[in-house]
Nanobody, 115 residues
Framework: QVQLVESGGGLVQPGGSLRLSCAASGSIGSIYVMGWYRQAPGKQRELVARIYSDDTTNYADSLKGRFTISRDNAKNTVALQMISLKAEDTAVYYC?????????WGQGTQVTVSS
């Protein structure tokens, strides 16, 4: 089992920045990719970014240049740095981790971009 705990969400004005963090614990040695997804009201959950154990990264095309995913192996954390935030970035952001057998989700953290 793997436990994921997100932090760092909140209210930010358009154009502002936020940094989300996801702390992983448990059987993390089995994890080969971690990432962030988001779900806006009335919409499907979508990939934001992910990072593999070899540090390869993938981003949603629409978010490249504004969002950056990184990992700290010593602390077992994955971060998402978000800049130039827009109202349409408002969503619940979920941390995700995958092993060969299972997919794990955090509880989600709300990001609201509003003036």
């Amino acid at each position: 089992q793997v436990q994921l705990v997100e932090s760092g969400g909140g209210l930010v004005q358009p154009g502002g920045s936020l940094r989300l963090s996801c702390a992983a614990s448990g059987s993390i040695g089995s994890i080969y990719v971690m990432g962030w997804y988001r779900q806006a009201p009335g919409k499907q959950r979508e990939l934001v970014a992910r990072i593999y154990s070899d540090d390869t990264t993938n981003y949603a095309d629409s978010l490249k240049g504004r969002f950056t995913i990184s990992r700290d192996n010593a602390k077992n954390t994955v971060a998402l740095q978000m800049i130039s935030l827009k109202a349409e970035d408002t969503a619940v952001y979920y941390c995700n981790a995958r092993s060969r057998e299972y997919t794990y989700w955090g509880q989600g953290t709300q990001v609201t971009v509003s003036s």
